[in-house]
């Protein structure tokens, strides 16, 4: 009878595989997000009140101590609910909840990590709980609590694991040395709808992608068995370890030498649980304030046709337009995991349209060329509030081009979704420190408002919880560039904008996209049909030429897409050239160098002016630098010329123009 239970524990009930795979497929055809969760009895657990739930078609359940601690701390179970509880009950009699929701036989699959997500909001929503939990694995728990830990790290107090699975090639898959069970590992392919290649080829096991844990320092325990041949630490505990603590994690591993070691190790006694239950309250409680996600976002006229594409059409285009915060690995892929998994049936195409150093006003130029032109967007996220600051963009043209990228985009498409995001650097903590907001925010959220766009500020969000003494800027967030601490949180605040916006919209099964009408523009002269207009137009070349394949010859750095392509050059002062443009808005996007020159220009034959195109980067940096000589002529023809100046920045090296496009509106 022992051995039969302990096999069950770890190998699960052959009854519950067919289940699970109904589960799989989300029961009637829902996915989890739209499971309902209802109260179904009341029964005693140890002498502790139990409240059972059904959330969809899987059972869950919470116990409530005898008197709660103050914040409602508690601790989440993954699998096998009844296998050594003395800790949790310990945990109870301290004034902690425990709670389980059933979704063994799903080996952690997202699908499985989603029904936690529902049962994890309705646990802090309903009743209460704390927003960070302690989680609790056993045997193939590990998978579950790791799966969603990693893509929750702020969402966690702690990790408390006994004998983990950490790698699923070494359990059920049986590839490494550990025995596996054939049946199970086709079992989990199913469950992931992997073949057996992709299985093998998975990178996202326990052991894989800790970084964003270790940055939110989450304490973990590991309790192991030193013989345990089913899930052999060599493979599991030991690699996770040394590649946890490596990325900074705080980890402890116990080995377990005393008593029984059944199941061939992998069943052991705890001792001393006590032990465990004082260390797991020590990095839970008392419960730290974190201010919550949705002060900082506006839901306005939310994402429902994006909703509506994702969940009937099973077709959708996301464009991510941005800089170096949006090109960097980080917030927008995790973004595009989340999207994938919160709609298995739909296929996904991504466009990945930031470029290091560009603001709204090369968004503007740009938008048609580099997302427009692949086809129509359903969704875009669109970022350029640190580089318009960085650049020195002044308000009014800011307006211009930012409201120029929402209506070009709604005018290809009048169903896009759109979402403004405005993210953080040192002058914006310090503007919103003196009680002033930042111009660039102001101007993200005017836009925003103005058309009913959802929009989150990360700016003041960073600001308020490093004044909350959530986390150090120094040492966790570290630069305007986020470490990986702070892609984690706009991960997170983005992914809580994007649940409401869906979790609160009205599925319109069978409908169109609502096709709203683009009120009157707040600017006449937005930017709002913004391209790149040929190098090839310009006449009258005097001293430039075209290089149709430049890169730099004195080593230094470029940006991609802006290197081995066509470039109008001028060295000499006195250069000069024509070009005739239609439009109400002219410039050019270069790459200024550490030879960058002073150019003067003049409009329709209008007094000259002139621009200095060197950069504070320049020296370092062929910098793609977006200029705009005038953005409110009146509509019609106009001719533009440009002259090489004979004075030079006391930095530069010389006196050139490298044009790669010019812009026009």
């Not at 193939?140 to 702020?154: E, S």
């Not at 994690?249 to 032990?275: C, D, R, S």
């Not at 350029?384 to 005018?411: M, Q, Y």
């Amino acid at each position: 009878m022992i051995k039969t239970l302990l096999t069950a524990l770890l190998f699960g009930f052959s009854a519950g595989i067919a289940l699970a795979q109904n589960h799989e497929n989300g029961g009637a055809g829902n996915t989890p997000a739209e499971y309902t969760i209802q109260k179904t009895t009341t029964n005693s657990w140890k002498g502790f009140e139990r409240v059972n739930l059904s959330i969809g078609r899987h059972s869950a359940y919470y116990v409530n101590p005898k008197k709660s601690l103050p914040g409602n701390p508690w601790i989440w179970r993954a699998s096998f609910p009844d296998w050594h509880t003395n800790i949790d009950s310990i945990l109870l009699t301290r004034g902690f909840h425990v709670a389980f929701v059933n979704v063994d036989d799903q080996y952690g699959s997202p699908y499985a990590l989603q029904v936690w997500d529902v049962f994890y909001k309705y646990l802090i929503t309903t009743q209460g709980f704390a927003t960070k939990v302690a989680l609790e694995g056993v045997s193939r728990g590990g998978l579950y609590v790791y799966g969603w830990a990693k893509r929750n790290p702020d969402k966690v107090s702690c990790i408390y694991n006994e004998a983990p699975l950490c790698d699923i090639k070494s359990w059920p898959g049986g590839k490494l040395s550990g025995p596996g069970d054939a049946a199970l590992w086709k079992q989990l392919q199913e469950v992931y709808h992997f073949t057996e290649q992709q299985a093998l080829n998975y990178h996202d096991n326990p052991i894989d992608n800790l970084d964003g844990l270790a940055a939110y320092k989450v304490p973990v325990m590991h309790i192991i068995g030193l013989e345990d041949k089913i899930v052999p630490n060599a493979e599991n505990t030991n690699i996770l370890a040394q590649r946890y603590t490596a990325l900074g994690g705080p980890m402890m591993v116990y080995p377990v030498t005393a008593g029984p070691q059944e199941l061939n190790g992998h069943h052991f006694p705890i001792e001393h649980p006590e032990q465990w239950a004082n260390q797991i309250i020590g990095y839970s409680y008392p419960v730290k304030k974190v201010l919550p996600y949705n002060e900082y976002f506006n839901v306005r006229n939310g994402l429902a046709n994006s909703l509506n594409l994702f969940k009937t059409n099973k077709t959708a285009t996301v464009a991510f337009l941005g800089g170096s915060i949006t090109y960097n690995p980080g917030w927008r892929e995790k973004i595009i995991r989340y999207l994938t998994e919160r709609f298995p049936a739909t296929s996904f195409h991504f466009i990945q349209a930031g470029i290091p150093s560009l603001g709204s006003v090369p968004h503007a130029f740009r938008l048609q060329r580099d997302v427009l032109d692949s086809g129509r967007v359903d969704l875009m996220f669109v970022e350029a509030a640190v580089n318009d600051n960085v650049n020195g963009l002044d308000s009014l043209t800011e307006v211009k081009t930012l409201e120029g990228i929402v209506r070009h985009a709604k005018t290809t498409n009048p169903a896009m979704d759109i979402v403004m995001m405005e993210f953080v650097d040192p002058d914006k903590i310090r503007d919103y420190d003196n009680g002033k907001t930042p111009f660039q925010i102001a101007n993200h959220e005017l836009i925003a408002r103005y058309y009913g766009l959802p929009s989150i500020n990360l700016a003041k969000e960073v600001t308020d919880k490093l004044n909350n003494r959530e986390f150090s800027w120094q040492y966790d967030f570290k630069d305007l560039h986020p470490a990986v601490y702070g892609q984690e949180l706009y991960f997170a605040s983005i992914k809580s904008l994007l649940d409401n916006c869906f979790d609160n919209a009205v599925l319109t099964t069978g409908a169109k996209p609502a096709n709203k009408t683009l009120p009157k523009p707040l600017n006449a002269f937005s930017i709002s049909n913004g391209q790149y207009y040929s190098i090839t137009n310009a006449k009258n070349l005097n001293g430039w030429s075209i290089n149709p394949d430049w890169a730099p010859t004195d080593n230094v750095g470029t940006r991609d897409g802006f290197v081995h392509k066509p470039m109008l050059i001028a060295t000499k002062p006195g250069s000069s050239l024509t070009l005739p443009f239609k439009g109400s808005a002219i410039g050019m996007a270069i790459v200024s160098g550490p030879d960058a020159g002073i150019i003067n220009y003049s409009i329709d034959g209008s007094a000259e002016k002139q621009m200095d195109l060197y950069t504070q980067y320049s020296s370092w940096l062929y910098l793609p630098w977006y200029v705009t000589f005038s953005t409110d002529l009146k509509k019609g023809n106009h001719t533009l010329k440009l002259t090489i100046n004979n004075n030079k920045n006391i930095n530069s090296k010389g006196n050139t123009c490298q044009v790669i496009y010019f812009l026009s509106n």
